[in-house]
């Protein structure tokens, strides 16, 4: 076709294809040694009706627990991108490898980490995952049921990097300074106003 002088045809703009589904686990994190009740959380888009299934289980693929929830947030029922959480409590040798997965039937979505089951009582963290709340006036010890190392004076949240269970108490090591040196100190959960999920 032969268009007058000056004139150019309009511009075909391609239509913007829409999103792919997807999902991520944001906590806990990879490798995470979880307890036997711990909770998933995530975010997602353009997943149908916002449909999500976290499932706990183990490397030989036996299924610990798994749970149905909906993506949160305004646009969820037209595509858009929300957040999920879920509570899960398995039942699993104390260090067995296993895994979390979460996705959203009919949709390629599909996240998964690697974790560890704890048996609730000793239990190593990795950096970032337990967050606890000392109360004032708490009072740190050496080593559970050990020597008294003083109080903490105000209330502050620490991150405990393992947690041991002694004459059903169950207690946190947080590192503190003392002198000018990082020192590992254990606190009792009654010292504590709460710990975190990760925990």
Not at 161 to 188: C, F, H
Request: aromatic share 6%.
């Amino acid at each position: 076709t032969t268009l007058p002088s000056g004139r150019l045809p309009p511009p075909v703009y391609p239509t913007p294809s829409p999103a792919p589904a997807h999902i991520v686990i944001t906590s806990p994190l990879n490798n995470a040694v979880l307890p036997p009740t711990f909770v998933v959380s995530g975010a997602g888009g353009n997943l149908p009706e916002g449909n999500v299934v976290v499932r706990a289980r183990l490397l030989d693929g036996s299924i610990l627990a798994e749970k149905a929830t909906v993506l949160q947030g305004s646009n969820v029922g037209t595509g858009g991108e929300g957040a999920w959480s879920v509570a899960l409590a398995v039942n699993a040798p104390a260090g067995a490898a296993g895994v979390i997965e979460a996705y959203s039937p009919g949709t390629s979505a599909f996240a998964s980490i690697n974790v560890f089951f704890g048996n609730g009582g000793n239990v190593d963290y990795p950096p970032g995952q337990c967050q606890v709340q000392v109360k004032a006036n708490a009072h740190a010890y050496d080593q559970p049921e050990g020597k008294d190392l003083g109080v903490f004076p105000v209330s502050v949240s620490l991150e405990a990097r393992r947690k041991e269970r002694m004459n059903n108490v169950d207690w946190y090591q947080v590192s503190v300074t003392i002198e000018g040196a990082q020192t590992p100190v254990w606190l009792p959960a009654s010292g504590l106003d709460g710990v975190g999920p990760g925990c």
